[in-house]
């Protein structure tokens, strides 16, 4: 059974810093690509970063590129984000994600992953 488990999150000051986790079960996480997605209250879910399987591509959202850096583990079987310099607009649920596809690129399209995580809330104050 796949499984992600999403964690790290908490309340920060602007300026501050998080690292998230997912920790993945049931796939080999050197086999598919993992993204990270976040949920504003009132907005769709955007993609925030994602890695490719082999971890030779990784993609970032503008508005992240520069603060936010998304790494694997693969003996602990964890993806983290590292987020630095966060401000309020960083503010929602981080979601991880996988694809069902083995091997698939990583993309920034959220219908094309298949398993979730259950999220995990970051809060920044201004």
């Known amino acids: 059974e796949v499984k992600l488990v999403e964690s790290g999150g908490g309340l920060v000051q602007a300026g501050g810093s998080l690292r998230l986790s997912c920790a993945a079960s049931?796939?080999?996480?050197?086999?598919?690509?993992i993204a990270w997605f976040r949920q504003a209250p009132g907005k769709e879910r955007e993609g925030v970063s994602c890695i490719s399987h082999s971890i030779t591509s990784t993609y970032y959202a503008d508005s992240v590129k520069g603060r936010f850096t998304i790494s694997r583990d693969i003996a602990k079987k964890t993806v983290y984000l590292r987020m630095n310099s966060l401000a309020p607009e960083d503010t929602g649920v981080y979601y991880c994600a996988t694809r069902a596809e083995r091997f698939a690129e990583a993309s920034d399209d959220l219908s094309q992953y298949d398993y979730w995580g259950q999220g995990t809330q970051v809060t920044v104050s201004s």
């Open positions: 049931g796939f080999r996480l050197d086999d598919y690509a």
